[in-house]
């Protein structure tokens, strides 16, 4: 069962450095409609998921974990603030993640306080160290995002700042689509969409990429664009 707000028992402050949340989002589009094609990222269909007459289906939770984590993650959304009763979170896509999965029941912060380096990738040793990273099959409910390149994280210009920015899948469909939940830098808590079989695509695609001012829009700037990996985190635990 999900941990109440009011029933916390540890108070604690998680502080990270982490990442940089997306610009203003595109226009949202329905799924319902699209079809099913081949995949520009090598992305396969998810174990147990298809299309019938060309409609895109949802993939479900499967594990109670993971609907608790879907929920919490809504619950979040619109907030600028990670604060509780008796327990914090940075303000950060890396704390949204640990807030949203310590509210879902999964309590991540003994594995992250473990590891090194900013608070995605902290979030990606976790479920590498757990072989829980999947970066063939579309993602599912409750799954931790990962994106590289997202911002120019260390300055210097170049193409090659990995594990940049984290978020959660909220539903995710047959063919390639998911909705997402993430901490934007200027927005706070955000739902927005990704088409892995398209990320080309402006449409289906939010942007994530850091526009830097006076400099014009690089080539990959769009969610799918950028996306690594994801991490079954969930499963932390029980694997």
């Known amino acids: ?9 540890l108070s604690i402050s998680i502080m990270s450095i982490s990442c940089i949340g997306s610009p203003d989002p595109v226009p949202a589009a329905s799924y319902a409609s699209q079809t099913n094609v081949t995949s520009k990222t090598g992305i396969g269909k998810a174990s147990g998921a298809g299309t019938a007459g060309g409609q895109s289906l949802p993939i479900p939770a499967k594990s109670e974990a993971q609907k608790r984590i ?9 907030r600028t603030q990670l604060r509780f009763e008796k327990a914090s979170f940075s303000s950060d896509c890396s704390g949204f993640v640990l807030a ?23 979030l990606y040793q976790i479920a590498r160290l757990h072989h829980l990273l999947s970066t063939d099959q579309i993602p599912f409910p409750g799954d931790v995002l990962f994106w590289d ?16 920015h984290t978020g959660i899948v909220v539903a995710s469909y047959s063919d390639g689509k998911v909705d997402y939940i993430h901490y934007h830098v200027r927005r706070g808590i955000v739902l927005e969409r990704m088409d892995l079989r398209h990320p080309e695509e402006e449409s289906f695609n939010a942007p994530i990429r850091i526009k830097e001012p ?7 700037w769009l969610a799918a664009q950028l996306y690594r990996a994801s991490g ?8």
């Open 100 to 122: 949203a999965y310590y509210l879902g029941g999964v309590d991540l912060r003994k594995e992250y306080e473990r590891q090194s380096g900013n608070g995605v990738r902290r």
């Open 232 to 239: 079954r985190l969930w499963q932390v635990g029980n694997n």
């Open 149 to 164: 390149n997202t911002y120019d994280a260390n300055g210097d210009g170049k193409w090659n700042d990995e594990l940049t």
């Open 1 to 9: 069962m999900p941990i109440p707000f009011l029933f916390i028992s």
């Open 70 to 78: 879907v929920e919490a993650a809504r619950s979040l959304l619109g």
């Open 214 to 220: 006076g400099n014009p829009r690089p080539e990959k």
